[in-house]
Nanobody, 115 residues
Framework: AQLVESGGGLVQPGGSLRLSCVASGFTFSWYAMSWYRQAPGKERELVAGIGSADATTNYANSVKGRFTISRDTTKNTVYLQMNSLKPEDTAVYYC?????????WGQGTQVTVSS
């Protein structure tokens, strides 16, 4: 399995970004996907997850109402739409899946929220 993220960058507070994660090497539609983030000096934390069949979603309390996770099975891609960004959202964002007993991570994409 391989996961490749993109879409990070520098944005002002209150702005928006959309992250993408393209998956390959496994049957994308069968597996749950999630986004994590890691800020400097902090542990990696779950941001949002989406199920496989019913696409049930869940979010960290800190991003509820601002972030939206979605998936496009025709493109083998999972997205994270981030609105109303805050400086505390600054982190490296990672895509993750669990396939055949192994956790796979992407390389990460940097999101910096600063004026």
């Amino acid at each position: 399995a391989q996961l490749v993220e993109s879409g990070g960058g520098l944005v002002q507070p209150g702005g928006s970004l959309r992250l993408s994660c393209v998956a390959s090497g496994f049957t994308f539609s069968w597996y749950a996907m999630s986004w994590y983030r890691q800020a400097p000096g902090k542990e990696r934390e779950l941001v949002a997850g989406i199920g496989s069949a019913d696409a049930t979603t869940n979010y960290a309390n800190s991003v509820k109402g601002r972030f939206t996770i979605s998936r496009d099975t025709t493109k083998n891609t999972v997205y994270l739409q981030m609105n109303s960004l805050k400086p505390e959202d600054t982190a490296v964002y990672y895509c993750r899946t669990f396939w055949r007993g192994v956790t796979y991570w992407g390389q990460g994409t940097q999101v910096t929220v600063s004026s």
